[in-house]
Structures are given as C-alpha cells and as structure tokens.
C-alpha cells in the first residue's frame, strides 16, 4: 500500500539496549523527518534528512543515530534507551518542492523504556 | 530557534465557535500550517495560510494572521464532536523544509 508506515506499533525494551525504529515510504519524497511526541512540549524534531545518505541533527538528536541508504527508508536508532526516551516517535516525509512543504505522518511508535 | 506557543487545553459545546490561537517568534515564516492529530493516529495537514496573507477561509475553517504580532489563530465554526482532536501551529522557517510544532491545543467538543 503507498503512504508512510512505521514499524513496530509498540515497543516495550529495558533501559541499555538498544533499540530500532523502522520508517518506509512510498511516494519517493525527498524529506524525510523524525519527531517525538511528549506531553507539554508537542512535537520536537530528532533528525531530519533531505535525501539519501544526507542527514542533519534536529532541537533533540542526543542518544539518537540514523541513516538513510534508501530514499524510501529511514530509520531511527536508540544506541542505549534510557527512560527519558519513553515516548511517541512519528516518522514523516515531504516532496521538499520550494518552500510549500506539507508533511506527511506515519502512524506513530509508542516505546516504553523501563 | 523557533518558539511557538499555544494553549494546551479548549473545551467548547457542540455548534459554538471554537478559536485556537498561537504565536512564534520568527518573522521570516512562509507558509504556517495547522496539523490536526486525531487519537492514536499521526497528524494531518489541516489548512495553511502563505505569510502574505491575512485571512484565508476554508469550509468552517477559517485562518487569520497578524504578522506584526507574530500571532496565527484558527476558527473552527460549528464545532463537531468530530472536530475533538490536538491541533498544533506549525510555521515553516522561510526557504528550508523544516516545521516548528506548537506544544498543541486539545479541542475537547462537548455535545
């Protein structure tokens, strides 16, 4: 199916490990973005990448890792979680067309780190 | 970096007028978005307003913007039970892809 998906869903992982969230799209968009979802502080930008094998650091990045081989794939690394990263990341993507840049969201990956 | 600044809570009865207001602190912003984010799903481009404009109406949506106040707001009228959601600000940095999201404002619809 085209869009945006995310992968897992939920995540439930100990403090330590590490931890990787899956981003694919299918529209072939240049953007693609990760965010993460706290209460009181809406949306902050992780790490956000303008095409493959180009990636730049967000308002966030510390204790994140990503890479973008593959236009269509992005995905987010957690080197050791800690429970400051118990949180809901949402993955998106835009065409990057001029300055019009409407973001398309996957469905979200809530991780529990305990 | 960008500041954006909403309410977090609006509680409004079912058919009343509902207005979420925001405001930034970049001047140079393009275009400013409205993502709306339904319960257990990712958000979704609801309207937007390019910063050379001042209004911009949409359906029972409306968008007005004062650039010397820095302050956007978003009119939803006749509110619906379906119109429960989070809606967040979000205006673009002038010439990059890069959005600045609001702390979002959870419309609750009364019936």
């Known amino acids: 199916d085209a869009g945006i998906t995310q992968s897992p869903r939920y995540k439930i992982t100990e403090t330590g490990r590490q931890v990787t969230l899956m981003c694919h799209q299918t529209?072939?968009?240049?953007?693609m973005f990760w965010y993460r979802q706290d209460l009181g502080h809406g949306l902050r930008l992780i790490y956000y990448?303008?095409?493959?094998?180009?990636?730049d650091k967000g308002e966030v990045p510390d204790g994140y890792v990503v890479s973008r081989s593959k236009t269509e794939n992005f995905p987010l690394t957690l080197e050791s979680a800690t429970r400051s990263q118990t949180s809901v990341y949402f993955c998106?993507?835009?065409?990057?067309?001029?300055?019009?840049?409407?973001?398309?969201f996957g469905p979200g990956t809530r991780l529990t780190v305990l | 970096g960008e500041d954006v600044e909403q309410s977090l809570f609006l509680s409004v009865r079912e058919g009343d007028s509902s207005v979420i207001n925001c405001t930034y602190t970049?001047?140079?912003?393009?275009?400013l978005y409205w993502y709306k984010q339904e319960p257990g799903a990712g958000l979704q481009l609801l309207t937007y307003i390019f910063s050379n404009m001042d209004m911009k109406q949409d359906q029972r949506l409306t968008v007005l913007l004062n650039k010397k106040d820095k302050h956007l707001s978003l009119r939803i009228a006749d509110t619906q039970t379906g119109d429960s959601a989070i809606y967040f600000c979000a205006p673009a940095q002038g010439g990059y892809q890069k959005v600045t999201f609001g702390t979002g404002t959870k419309l609750q619809v009364i019936p």
């Open positions: 998106a993507s835009s065409a990057g067309q001029g300055n019009y840049n409407e973001q398309f």
């Open positions: 970049d001047s140079s912003s393009t275009y």
């Open positions: 990448s303008a095409a493959a094998d180009i990636t």
């Open positions: 529209w072939s968009h240049s953007y």
